[in-house]
């Protein structure tokens, strides 16, 4: 099972969330301050690291600059787990080299077990995707040509689903094209031709439902497939894309790259 590192300086919390971990099966370490974090990570090779922002000794951003240097495992993801959630501590950690943020007020124990399960298949399969996709580059590469190619726009700013999911779409023959927050992404359609967008609900810049609205009131982009993704989101909410004439609608956590890739074939085949 995957191995994991946790940042806690709260003695209880750490023992429930070791508990917790452990018991689904994840090799769990806990340690208290940054300074053994680093210690811990140059000796042992981890494949998540969850780090606090607030923290004894160091804080979350000056360990993400550290591992930066040499001596540290690079495949090594790494999450930002905290109770701070505003944008610009999100766009300092996501600067540093974090591969996402957490935010502790949404997951208790049992369901950031879940989550980070949900990451590790995913992670999982990216490399499986890396090894397949190594093993017949060179066919693609003689059968597949760029011009040929059906384009897809990726709006998203969580960079291990993107890194997941854009692999397994350009293994199906794909070009996908990405933008990390709304108003890139949304400008990215209306100058280049995609015959598919996906965006994710929740973005910095413009959201998925401003995106979506926009879009179908182009003339241009109101005619291409929209499918829109999100961690969450109200029955109220699904409704409301909906009724803006999207595609199709997918809860995050109820979709692997499979998935996603099989609906795309349905829409751009038909």
Same mark, same amino acid.
Request: glycine share 4%.
């Given at each position: 099972?995957?191995?994991?590192i946790m940042?806690?300086d709260?003695l209880?919390?750490a023992?429930?969330y070791?508990?917790k971990f452990?018991?689904?099966?994840?090799? *769990?370490?806990v340690?208290?301050?940054?300074r =053994?974090?680093?210690?811990?990570?140059?000796?042992k090779?981890?494949d998540?690291?969850?780090?606090?922002?607030v923290?004894p #000794? *160091?804080d979350g951003?000056?360990?993400?600059?550290e591992l930066k240097?040499?001596?540290?495992n690079? #495949?090594m993801?790494?999450f930002? @787990?905290? /109770?701070?959630?505003?944008?610009?501590?999100?766009?300092?950690?996501?600067e540093n080299g974090?591969?996402?943020? $957490?935010?502790?007020t949404? %997951?208790n124990?049992s369901?950031l077990?879940?989550e980070i399960?949900?990451?590790? /298949?995913e992670?999982?399969?990216?490399k499986?995707?890396e090894?397949r996709?190594?093993?017949?580059a060179?066919a693609?590469?003689?059968?597949?040509?760029?011009?040929?190619?059906?384009?897809i726009? @990726?709006?998203?700013?969580?960079k291990i689903?993107?890194?997941i %999911?854009?692999?397994k779409?350009?293994d199906e023959?794909?070009?996908?094209?990405?933008a990390?927050?709304g108003?890139?992404?949304?400008?990215?359609?209306?100058?280049k031709? @995609?015959?598919?967008i996906i965006?994710?609900m929740v *973005?910095?810049?413009m959201?998925g439902?401003?995106?979506?609205?926009?879009?179908k009131? =182009? #003339?241009?982009t109101?005619?291409t497939?929209?499918?829109?993704?999100s961690a969450?989101?109200?029955?109220?909410?699904?409704?409301? $894309?909906?009724?803006?004439?999207?595609?199709d609608?997918f809860i995050?956590t109820? $979709?692997?790259?499979?998935?996603l890739?099989?609906?795309? /074939?349905e829409i751009l085949?038909?």
């Open positions: 099972m995957a191995s994991i940042v806690e709260d209880m919390i023992d429930i070791h508990k452990s018991t689904a099966g994840f090799d *769990m370490t340690v208290s301050s940054g =053994e974090f680093l210690s811990r990570v140059k000796e090779k981890f998540i690291a969850l780090l606090d922002m923290l #000794e *160091m951003v000056e360990i993400l600059q240097k040499s001596g540290y690079s #495949e993801k790494v930002i @787990f905290s /109770n701070l959630s505003n944008k610009e501590d999100y766009d300092r950690v996501m974090a591969d996402g943020f $957490i935010s502790k949404q %997951f124990p369901e077990v879940s399960s949900r990451l590790v /298949n992670i999982v399969e990216r499986k995707n090894i996709q190594n093993g017949k060179e693609m590469e003689a059968e597949n040509h760029d011009s040929k190619k059906k384009k726009l @990726f709006i998203e700013d969580e689903f993107l890194e %999911f854009v692999k779409l350009e023959g794909y070009k996908v094209e990405t990390k927050n108003a890139w992404g949304y400008r990215e359609a209306l100058n031709d @995609f015959d598919l965006t994710d *973005m910095p810049a959201d439902f401003e995106i979506v609205k926009k879009l009131s =182009e #003339e241009k109101k005619d497939p929209v499918i829109v993704i969450s989101s109200s029955d109220e909410k699904v409704r409301e $894309i909906k009724d803006l004439g999207v595609t609608f995050k109820r $979709i692997v790259p499979s998935d890739a099989r609906r795309v /074939n085949s038909a």
